[in-house]
C-alpha cells in the first residue's frame, strides 16, 4: 500500500564506464553498438586514468555496461577477462561496481560475481515475436536465454538489476507477460533488487537510416 511505504527517497551517483562498444548482435534500436573492430577495448591505464578523475566527484557506484563478444568466439575469454579486472580495479578504489555485459555462462556470473555488488541484464519484452523484427539479428535476445540469467543470479545469490524496454513492437499485454516472469523469479530466490522501465529512445542511427521498429504501433 503506497501510505505504508517509506516517503524517503535514496540515491548513488553513478558513473557508467564502457568496456567496449563492439557487438556481435545488431538489435535495431540500438545506438550504442559499434561493428566489432571498431571499437577499441578500455585498457587498464586508460581505466585508472577515469577512476581517478571521479574520486573527488562523490561517484559511488560504476555501472559497466559492455557490447558482447559471441559466447563461442576465440576472444571470448580474453573480453571477459578484461571485464573481470575492470571491476577488480574499481573495487580497488573503493567504487561499488554493477556489471551488466549481456548474458553470461553460468561459470563467467560465478566468478563476476567475486568483484561486484550486483550485476543486470534486461529482459526487454518475453516475447518471441521480436526475434522476428528488432532482434532478428541478435541472437543474445531470445527470451529463455535472458530469463535463465535471472534465475542464475538468483541461485548465486547476486543482487539484481532487470526490466523492461517499451516501444519495441510488443504489446501492451506483453508488458505484463514481462513483469509476471520477472515477479516469478524473485519469488524463487528474493534476489531482484530494481526493475526498471525503459522508453526506446530514438537516435541518429535510426533516424538516418529510418526503421523497422514502428514504435508506437503497439499491437493490441
Ligand atoms: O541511470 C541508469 N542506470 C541504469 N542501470 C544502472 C542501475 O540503475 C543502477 O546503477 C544499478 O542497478 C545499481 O543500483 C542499468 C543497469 C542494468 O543492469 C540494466 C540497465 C540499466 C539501465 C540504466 C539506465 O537506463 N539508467
Ligand atoms: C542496456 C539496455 O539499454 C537498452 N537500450 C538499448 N538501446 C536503447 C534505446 N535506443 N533506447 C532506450 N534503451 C535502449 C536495452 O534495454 C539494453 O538492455
Ligand atoms: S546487445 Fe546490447 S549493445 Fe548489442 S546491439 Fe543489442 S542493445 Fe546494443
Not at 561493428?35 to 587498464?44: A, C, I, K, N, R
Not at 558482447?68 to 573481470?84: G, K, L, M, Q, T
Not at 529482459?123 to 518471441?128: G, I, K
Not at 531470445?142 to 513492437?169: C, N, Y
Request: hydrophobic letters at 35%; a negative charge; one cysteine or more.
Amino acid at each position: 500500500m503506497f501510505s505504508q511505504m517509506s516517503r524517503l527517497v535514496s540515491y548513488s551517483p553513478a558513473y557508467t564506464i564502457v568496456p567496449t562498444y563492439e557487438c556481435f548482435n545488431r538489435c535495431s534500436y540500438c545506438n550504442f553498438r559499434k561493428e566489432p573492430g571498431d571499437s577499441p577495448w578500455l585498457t587498464m591505464a586508460e581505466m585508472k586514468q577515469e577512476l581517478a578523475g571521479l574520486c573527488e566527484q562523490g561517484v559511488v557506484e560504476i555501472l559497466i555496461l559492455s557490447g558482447e563478444v559471441h559466447p563461442n568466439s576465440p576472444r571470448r575469454e580474453a573480453w571477459y577477462d578484461r571485464i573481470y579486472e575492470l571491476c577488480d580495479e574499481a573495487l580497488n578504489w573503493g567504487f561499488l561496481p554493477h556489471t551488466n555485459a549481456g548474458p553470461l555462462k553460468f561459470e563467467e556470473m560465478a566468478r563476476l560475481k567475486q568483484v561486484n555488488v550486483s550485476m543486470g541484464l534486461m529482459l526487454e519484452q518475453m516475447t518471441r515475436e521480436l526475434l522476428q523484427t528488432v532482434h532478428r539479428h541478435a541472437p543474445s535476445k531470445v527470451p529463455s536465454i535472458r530469463l535463465q540469467q535471472l534465475d542464475w543470479a538468483g541461485e548465486l545469490k547476486i543482487p539484481f538489476t532487470t526490466g523492461l524496454l517499451l516501444g519495441i513492437g510488443e504489446s501492451p499485454s506483453d508488458w505484463g507477460w514481462t513483469l509476471e516472469a520477472i515477479a516469478k523469479s524473485h519469488d524463487r530466490s528474493g534476489h531482484i533488487q530494481e526493475v526498471i522501465v525503459q522508453p526506446y529512445s530514438e537516435g541518429s542511427r535510426q533516424r538516418s537510416q529510418g526503421t523497422d521498429l514502428i514504435l508506437a504501433n503497439y499491437r493490441k
